[in-house]
């Protein structure tokens, strides 16, 4: 049975998706059998992985009109597949709110698709709504990319909060994996600031930090994970480093299985 990991951060352009995607490519390239779940209705992993959801998207599976299996399609890698999303992922978070079980819709239909795959990482829109709490109660993990700016660490707080909530009555097996540091700069004071306080409130904080990069950026305009844009840039190899360490934890080893 695989592993389920929630990217989730309502600040938005804190590198969450660029994260989501780099460890979903470089877990793949290591052997590791991965799904891309994108629930952000900006469908941003999807476009970054060059797919589009001809076959149906998040949406349809969370409305009950396709399993989750038929909704999944390949990518250029062969160990990387996605469930896509489109704009359309933007009203479900209405259309739910009078279904029962709305919170669990993601859970049961992941349930169909666990065992095909070592890794599932869900993409969390940038919001605490109930497409991110569908996400936290279909998790077995969560991990919480940060920018390394001042203003991102006001909501580290709230975000803690609604996990604690969801383990308290909706998951009671969620766990926090750790904290990603991203578009870290080491020459700025404040980007060191930021990362002593991280690291002082949350232990789980991941050693790799993901430095600011203008590759990063451009990946996802070419539809290509950053190891396929651009393997030597310095943000490529963050995120190798990332990826092995995540997989270290997970005692997740290089070809997948546990």
Not at 21 to 40: I, K, M, T, Y
Not at 80 to 86: F, V
Request: charged share 20%.
């Amino acid at each position: 049975m695989s592993v389920v990991i929630a990217f989730a951060n309502q600040k938005g352009g804190v590198g969450k998706t660029t994260t989501t995607v780099s460890v979903a490519a470089g877990a793949a390239e290591r052997g590791v059998r991965v799904l891309l779940v994108d629930a952000d209705p900006q469908a941003n992993s999807t476009s970054a992985l060059g797919c589009r959801p001809d076959g149906g998207s998040l949406y349809e599976v969370l409305a009950g009109r396709r399993r989750g299996a038929d909704a999944v399609v390949a990518t250029a890698s062969p160990l990387l597949s996605l469930l896509p999303a489109s704009g359309d992922l933007a009203g479900a978070a209405v259309e739910l709110v009078a279904q029962t079980s709305r919170e669990h819709r993601l859970r049961l239909a992941l349930e169909g698709v666990r065992a095909d795959y070592d890794l599932i990482l869900i993409d969390c829109p940038p919001s605490l709504g109930l497409l991110t709490v569908n996400a936290l109660v279909a998790a077995d993990q969560v991990i919480v990319p940060v920018q390394c700016e001042y203003l991102a660490l006001e909501g580290l707080g709230q975000l803690a909060r609604t996990i604690e909530l969801v383990r308290a009555n909706l998951n009671p097996g969620l766990e926090l994996l750790g904290v990603v540091l991203t578009m870290f700069d080491a020459r700025t004071k404040l980007g060191r600031q930021v990362q002593q306080e991280v690291r002082r409130h949350f232990d789980s904080t991941f050693e790799t930090a993901i430095p600011r990069s203008v590759r990063l950026a451009e990946a996802p305009s070419h539809g290509q994970p950053i190891q396929i844009y651009d393997r030597r840039s310095p943000g490529a190899l963050a995120y190798e480093s990332l990826v092995d360490e995540l997989l270290g934890r997970l005692r997740l080893p290089r070809g997948g299985g546990r």
